[in-house]
Structures are given as structure tokens and as C-alpha cells.
């Protein structure tokens, strides 16, 4: 069975960081390229960034410079470093796995950005 659970999120003030954390299990976790998607209220769910494999990267324009994702395959488990957060970063994060047509979701943190 295929699990990703995502911790890490909370309430923090604009200009704060946190970090979220995926741990996955029931994948070969080295091959899959990872993801972290968000959903805003009222919003269509939006990728965030995303690493291969390969650890190669891309992310949002609305997050460059701000955000970094990382991966240890020897923990099976996925990071997103989220420094100067605004307002506008609140959403749910979900962390996604993907390999060919396979696609798994975690349940979901919540992220909240306020003063």
C-alpha cells in the first residue's frame, strides 16, 4: 500500500519559513520524480515544484528564490524549504509521487501565512 504522509505545516507570520517533509513508503522512492502541489481556497490545485529522480528541479515563477526542494532517497522522504512567505502561499500543500501513468497523493498539510 502506498503511503505519503506530509508533516511540517502551521501558522506563521508573512516573511517567516517552515518546512514540510514527505515520507513515502510502498514506492521505490529513487525513482519516482516528487512533487509538492497547492490548493488555495476556491483555487484549482497548482504545482509548486518538482525533483526527479535525477534530483533535477523546476518550480513555479511565484516561488523562485523563495522555495527549495530537496529529496534522501535514504529516507524515503521529500523536503520543501519555504523561506519569505507571504499571505498568498496559504493553501493545503499535497506532496505527489509520479512514475509513467503511476500517481499518488498525500493527504495534505495546511499553510497558513498571517499576522
Known amino acids: 500500500q502506498v503511503q505519503l504522509v506530509e508533516s511540517g505545516g502551521g501558522l506563521v507570520q508573512p516573511g517567516g519559513s517552515l518546512r514540510l517533509s514527505c515520507a513515502a513508503s510502498g514506492i521505490t522512492f529513487r525513482f519516482y520524480t516528487m512533487g509538492w502541489y497547492r490548493q488555495a481556497p476556491g483555487k484549482q490545485r497548482e504545482l509548486v515544484t518538482a525533483?526527479?529522480?535525477?534530483?533535477?528541479?523546476n518550480y513555479a515563477d511565484f516561488v523562485k528564490g523563495r522555495f527549495t526542494i530537496s529529496r534522501d532517497n535514504a529516507k524515503n522522504t521529500v523536503y520543501l524549504q519555504m523561506n519569505s512567505l507571504k499571505p498568498e502561499d496559504t493553501a493545503v500543500y499535497y506532496c505527489?509521487?509520479?512514475?509513467?501513468?503511476?500517481?499518488?497523493w498525500g493527504q495534505g498539510t495546511q499553510v497558513t501565512v498571517s499576522s
Open positions: 525533483i526527479t529522480k535525477d534530483s533535477s528541479t
Open positions: 505527489n509521487a509520479q512514475l509513467r501513468s503511476n500517481y499518488y
